[in-house]
């Protein structure tokens, strides 16, 4: 009891919003990162890492305090007393290496990139401070054309991630036509704009009626923060939800309802135009209405996008630990956002990407219970005099390219068979003496062994049965195995 009370024990604590990642979602990760990557390289991009870091004046406007800017972004001063920042997404150090190297770069520039982001933000379930993203981006390319093109990407990469047909949807807006309907709204200023976007953007999470607190009164969460919202009024609130609300049953419904509801105005008409581009360029490249949608409620948070938005929403339903349906919403995103190369360069530089949040989709596998990993072969110790023996079995199975593991513990048979089913072990090589001086091997299919033992009543029938369990000459033991595992490692 005095250890308990020791005041020198550290209490084991997690910081918030950072995930202790388990060999399955970790190996789902790679998985995803692999498959979205290998969609980029097949439509031409390359791949290029920028690094963690990058200083708060490349990170820009997005910032909201750049004499101590830790709201938003994880930020420390280098020894040169200059504020860089864990990037929080790869598109700001993108536009930062496009602009340092310009001269030298092929255009348009395509590249792809893998890797963490860090958020400083208030974390939630499956919302974290740290994730995975996987990105492509296309700099130097104008036009409606390569707009389509990263949406028709979009969807391939969903569809590598394992979504099928009717379980995602890419749901497409453009900022032309927010711009228009704010307009036509009264809503002018840029900063109230800004506001604007970033409360539409909650639509899906918060519905309309949390939607019209942020953009009239303000809202309170259910924690007690409280949000201040935009002050518009009930006329402006109302334009604004009908136009969000203006999506029809196809592409082609959707501009004709858009055309109604957007406000007739340069910009409107110009997003318009933009859409029609899309619909006709997704059509020839076989991409259907199942797949991506137009959606007027599409905003993207970020307010470096200055085009076409998109979102990848994972439609699947899934069962949370309570047994409630839960919806995972938004596993990808992106757009255009011609300014921000422009930023460095003093001139127009045109760009486009797409975003996948493999973390987010990593866990809404994990919650659907899809994420599953075979553990190690297991070789069971039976006799420790004969430990290189037993190391000479699992240095074969190596060899041949399974994942296999000799017994190290202290414990007998029974211990150790417990241990392969914590494991996951999908099967044992028993070796004791008769097997040896038979050059034989004793093989467990602990699989079979399971399905077996569903149907099985008792312990005499199951002592009788050994369901799974069979002898092989050692010459023969490794290719067994491959079966069993399927011949993957």
């Known amino acids: 009891m005095a250890r308990m009370n020791d005041p020198s024990r550290l209490e084991a604590r997690k910081p918030r919003g950072f995930a202790d990642k388990s060999a399955p979602v970790l190996a789902a990760e790679r998985r995803l990162v692999d498959a979205v990557s290998a969609v980029y390289a097949r439509w031409g991009f390359e791949p ?8 708060v004046d490349a990170l820009g406007k997005f910032l909201p305090d750049t004499d101590r800017p830790n709201e938003g972004v994880f930020a420390l001063q280098d020894d040169d007393e200059q504020w860089i920042a864990l ?18 770069l092929a255009k348009p520039f395509r590249r792809y990139a893998a890797g963490p ?36 990407i979009a969807a391939e990469a969903m569809r590598a991630a394992g979504a099928g047909t009717g379980e995602f949807a890419v749901r497409v807006n453009t900022r032309h036509l927010l711009d228009g309907v704010m307009e036509a709204s009264g809503v002018l200023d840029p900063a109230l704009r800004g506001v604007v976007l970033r409360s539409l953007d909650k639509l899906d999470r918060l519905g309309p009626e949390g939607v019209a ?73 076989g991409v259907g209405e199942e797949d991506v949608v137009f959606d007027p409620s599409v905003v993207r948070g970020l307010e470096y996008y ?27 995103g992106g757009g255009r956002y011609d300014g921000l190369v422009a930023r460095f360069r003093g001139e127009a530089s045109p760009a486009t990407g797409f975003s996948v949040g493999v973390s987010r989709l990593a866990a809404a596998m994990a919650a659907g219970g899809e994420i599953s990993l075979d553990g190690p072969i297991l070789v069971l110790v039976l006799d420790p005099a004969c430990l290189g023996d037993y190391f000479a079995i699992a240095a074969e199975l190596r060899a041949a390219g399974l994942r296999a593991e000799t017994y190290l513990g202290a414990s007998g048979m029974r ?75």
């Open 87 to 104: 990037r929080y997404d790869h598109t700001a150090p993108l536009a930062r290496y496009v602009a340092e190297n310009w001269d030298r």
């Open 415 to 489: 211990a150790q068979m417990k241990y392969a089913d914590r494991r996951r072990s999908p099967a044992v090589v028993i070796v004791g003496e008769s097997e040896r001086e038979r050059g034989v091997a004793t093989i467990k299919d602990l699989k079979v062994g399971a399905e077996a033992a569903r149907s099985i009543s008792g312990n005499d029938e199951w002592r009788a049965a050994r369901p799974g369990q069979f002898e092989v000459p050692r010459s023969e033991m490794t290719a067994r195995l491959l079966e069993i595992a399927g011949g993957r490692p």
């Open 213 to 285: 607190l942020l953009l009239g009164p303000g809202r309170r969460d259910e924690s007690g923060d409280v949000t201040p919202g935009a002050g518009l009024n009930a006329v402006q609130i109302d334009r604004l939800l009908a136009f969000a609300a203006a999506r029809g049953p196809t592409r082609r419904d959707t501009i004709d309802r858009l055309a109604a509801a957007a406000g007739g105005n340069a910009a409107s008409d110009r997003g318009l135009a933009e859409l029609d581009v899309i619909d006709t360029l997704l059509r020839a490249l």
């Open 117 to 152: 982001v860090w958020r400083n933000e208030k974390p939630g379930p499956f919302r974290f401070r740290e994730f995975i993203q996987c990105d492509a981006d296309a700099v130097g390319v104008s036009g409606a054309g390569a707009d389509a093109e990263m949406i028709a």
């Open 48 to 55: 290029l890492d920028t690094g963690p870091f990058e200083y």
């Open 306 to 332: 200055t085009g076409p938005v998109f979102e990848a929403e994972l439609l699947r339903e899934f069962k949370d630990a309570e047994g409630r349906l839960v919806r995972f919403g938004s596993v990808g």
